[in-house]
Structure formats: structure tokens, C-alpha cells
């Protein structure tokens, strides 16, 4: 007897191809969770290693870098913790108790225009300290002597550090 070969049905077919297309979809799922986790876990580490520069900084200055006129906070602390500015030139009027740089930032981090130190998502961090440009006294801070500093988050909006399943705040 002629043993009869089986070919696949049109219905195993697209059996076969919609689970691969199901388990494709949990790959794709599980490497953008992943991604966001990671970038997460950037962010955070980045807002570490900021307060560890600015604490360093203060150690050796006897205070926190001031908030210059026109610029933000975060331009301000990306110049004065690494020393230089945005042309990569000798930041100038440091004084003479400066003994950086206490944190160095990859050019492409930074804002190609405000030199603002990017998160993970390319959006400013923000950072708040008393006698900034905002006019941030003691009692509209959460860290009171020294900086809130926040990420947007991977939504890429500001929830003022205040929701914190999306802001990444170090208060
Ligand atoms: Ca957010």
C-alpha cells in the first residue's frame, strides 16, 4: 500500500504562523521592558553620582555651586562640577578652592544648545536648589539644604518628582 504523503492544511498553516507571531509579540514586549528598566536603573544612577559630585564640590568650595543669571540650574552644575564649558573650554572664575572635576559629562549628553545634562530619555533633568533662577527657597524644596533633582521619567513628562511610578526624584 502506497503510504499517502500529508501535506500541512491551510488551517495548521496559520495555526503555526499565529503563535509565532504570538511569541514574537512577548520577545518584542519583554526587550522594551527591559530597555525602560535599564534606563531607569541610568537614571537613577546618574542622579546618585550628581549629589556624590555636588557633596564633593561643597567640601571643597564651602557650598553648593550658585545658580548664574540666564542659565538653568542644571547648565550651571554640569559647569561647575566638570570645570569646563560647553566649547569644552577652562570654565572661568572658578575659585581658587576648586579641585575638579568632580563629575565629567559625555558631549553628547549634554544639550547641544543649554548644555543641560540629559537623562536617559534626552530630557533635561531637572535640578532645584535654593537662590536658583526660579526663585526655590528652603520651603518650596524637599532636600532642604541641598538639591531636588528629577527626571521626567520614561513618559518624557514632568510630574514634579511628585509621581513617582513615571519621575525618577531623589526625594
Ligand atoms: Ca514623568
Given at each position: 500500500?502506497?503510504?499517502?504523503?500529508?501535506?500541512?492544511?491551510?488551517?495548521?498553516?496559520?495555526?503555526?504562523?499565529?503563535i509565532?507571531?504570538?511569541?514574537?509579540?512577548?520577545?518584542?514586549?519583554?526587550?522594551?521592558?527591559?530597555?525602560?528598566?535599564?534606563?531607569?536603573?541610568?537614571?537613577?544612577?546618574?542622579?546618585?553620582?550628581?549629589?556624590?559630585?555636588?557633596?564633593?564640590?561643597?567640601?571643597?568650595?564651602?557650598?553648593?555651586?550658585?545658580?548664574?543669571?540666564?542659565?538653568?540650574?542644571?547648565?550651571?552644575?554640569?559647569?561647575?562640577l566638570?570645570?569646563?564649558?560647553?566649547?569644552?573650554?577652562?570654565?572661568n572664575?572658578?575659585?581658587?578652592?576648586?579641585?575638579?572635576?568632580?563629575?565629567?559629562?559625555?558631549?553628547?549628553?549634554?544639550?547641544?544648545?543649554?548644555?543641560?545634562?540629559?537623562?536617559?530619555?534626552?530630557?533635561?533633568?531637572?535640578?532645584?536648589?535654593?537662590?536658583?533662577?526660579?526663585?526655590?527657597?528652603?520651603?518650596?524644596?524637599?532636600?532642604?539644604?541641598?538639591?531636588?533633582?528629577?527626571?521626567?521619567?520614561?513618559?518624557?513628562?514632568?510630574?514634579?518628582g511628585?509621581?513617582?511610578?513615571?519621575?525618577?526624584?531623589?526625594?
Open positions: 500500500m502506497l503510504k499517502q504523503e500529508r501535506a500541512f492544511t491551510l488551517v495548521e498553516l496559520i495555526t503555526v504562523i499565529a509565532i507571531v504570538i511569541l514574537l509579540g512577548f520577545l518584542v514586549g519583554a526587550s522594551s521592558s527591559a530597555r525602560k528598566r535599564a534606563r531607569v536603573n541610568q537614571a537613577k544612577a546618574e542622579i546618585a553620582a550628581l549629589e556624590t559630585a555636588l557633596n564633593a564640590y561643597r567640601a571643597d568650595a564651602g557650598a553648593f555651586p550658585v545658580d548664574s543669571a540666564g542659565g538653568s540650574v542644571n547648565t550651571d552644575v554640569v559647569r561647575q566638570s570645570g569646563i564649558d560647553l566649547s569644552g573650554a577652562k570654565l572664575g572658578l575659585s581658587n578652592d576648586w579641585n575638579g572635576p568632580y563629575m565629567e559629562f559625555d558631549k553628547n549628553r549634554l544639550d547641544a544648545s543649554s548644555g543641560e545634562f540629559l537623562d536617559p530619555w534626552k530630557n533635561p533633568y531637572r535640578v532645584r536648589g535654593i537662590g536658583d533662577d526660579a526663585g526655590t527657597t528652603e520651603a518650596n524644596l524637599h532636600n532642604k539644604y541641598t538639591f531636588d533633582i528629577w527626571s521626567y521619567g520614561p513618559d518624557g513628562i514632568n510630574q514634579d511628585a509621581d513617582t511610578s513615571d519621575d525618577i526624584p531623589n526625594f
